[in-house]
């Protein structure tokens, strides 16, 4: 791992009206490196990736990337750097095929005249590169794949524009075990291809297979950065509610709590 | 196979057409395989055309003859113009109410231009060429109340609809009929080839489709693009060949008294544009778009595409089909009158897409399906005026032929979900 983080956020605050959704947030992610982001329904995950997709601009705060300061006023300022984003919802057209999905907006052509075999061959390409193997023919219709292909080929889509920096908005949500399994094993091979990768994520499990730090969001500060190989779930859990571990689901209530 | 590329060796069994052998007997079992998924294509349509032909032949007298060929060029050729500018907005998802009487002002701007002794008489070229172009603005206004301010097409179309109605009134009521006398206009719906070059436009048009896919062959060699089946592909050349060579055949033994009344340019136009917004539609980034749009237009803004700005396009094109459309419709009678637009023309334009196979939902379809769709309408119509059906009937029987084309689709689409393709 270098020494300069990738992407580097310093006293980030930003507010709507009186609301104060982040609170100088210090936020990195290093190459290569897995970062995890969570927090509580309202913490500011969205707002932060907003800010660092060019969606909202930062009320204050500096954001460094590649250890030079920049200013991200668009998503296309966050395309230019090569940050991508894939929304939990995908943003797939179901009526395309994989190619024609993975060159939407940017097709190879001449004079306006596409180019197939070019981007047949680069679809290929990219997802051979990333190990994509479970789809079987790339002129399928999206409509025709899994929740777990479409993810990898959203994935793909995003990271094949050279880009240095994913974010992964909630990418297992709506997926089975299997799926989930496929999808976590693309996330690793992007971090070790030297990738940076945001992930979102409100399942620790997913978490704790993948990412290499985690940082905790509450109340739209950052409230701890843990290495995951030397924190337990318990930590984190506590870091995420400030000790009330009774607010998270899935964890059972102690007596007493329930008590009072 | 470059799909070998993305296999894995142990992972997701490969899909079903991939085992097929290739050959002959490939091409029975993909297309047997297409059938029972439900990927029918264009094949009922054509089945249907084909009853049709067969069921008037019999029962039609002057049905069968070659006069009555031309003729049904000639009445379908307008319908096929405006139909192929609502496959583009049916594409988008949107529908197009005004085209009908857009067609209208399209004839109404026509007959004004060329009008000898008005101030402003036009060589009808020229007439021909601000009549679409005043169509194509009026469709791009209208499509630009839907992409900027987000009224829904059907609202700001449905206003289109009674405006261009209330402006044709306005200008015809106390004028009556306004006549057509430039030959350029009439040529439109008039002109016929001379058998010669009925034959040169026959070789041309077989030739279209074994270039396009040589040209894939050769520049995408060794893509799934590139893969055709070989007798397929013979068959389909073959297919192509046989009709525009039977059309040409037939027109040029067309006689009306002593003169062969040769290939229609309304044919010829009709083909042109067919073939060029084909292209527009599966070969240009323009064309992607729009499917793209039509499919899912919040990912297609997202990945970059101006919704808005292929939005404006595809109402613009949508008028200027409909203003062709109207030219020839116009040059069929020579004129242009209170009567116009004929017919249901606006629903037979829809209904002519929507039987070839494009869907109201947006992003599914193709141009050829107007052609098509035109043709059966057309034939459909033409044959039970032959029989001296009555207007009513027509009617009915082209509305039920609209429904089991469209039932027939949603079975189809149903088969293809639960098939996975």
Redesign the interface.
Known sequence: MSDTPLLQLRGITKTFGSVEALTDVEFEVNPGEVMALVGDNGAGKSTLVKCIAGTHTADHGHISFEGREVHINGPKDAARLGIEVV?Q????????DVV?NMF????I?KF???N??AM??RT??T??TLA??????????VA?LSGGQRQSVAVAKAVQWNSKLVILDEPTAALGVAQTEQVLALVRRLGERGLGVILISHNLHDIFETADRITVLRLGRSVAVFDRRSTTQQAVVEAITAGMPTKVAGVTQSHDEAQA | MSTADVVGPDKAKPLEEEKLPGGLAGLWARSWLNIRTGNLGPLPIIIGQFAVVVLFGFTATNFFTSVNFVNLIDQSAGTAMLAFGVVFVLLLGEIDLSIGYLAGIGALVVAELQLPGSGHELNGLLAMLIAVAVCAAIGAFQGSIVAFVGVPSFVVTLGGFLIWQGVILNQLEQRGTIIIQDRWINYTDSYGFSPTAGWIIAVIASLLYPASILYKRVLARGTQIARVNLYGFAAKTIAIAVVAFGAVAIANHARVIKTVLGLPLSGVIVVFFFIALTFLAKWTTFGRHVYAVGGNAEAARRAGISVARIRVLVFAISGATAGIGGIIFAAQVNSVALTFPPGNLLLNAIAAAVIGGVSLFGGRGHVRGALLGAVLIGTLQNGLNTLSVSNGWIYIITGLVLLAAVTLDTFAVRLQARSGR
């Open positions: 929304y919802d995908l943003a797939l057209c179901d009526n395309l024609q939407l907006g940017r097709e052509n306006q005249v596409l197939e075999a047949e061959y290929s390409e997802l051979k994509v193997t479970t789809i079987k023919s790339v002129r399928q219709p025709t």
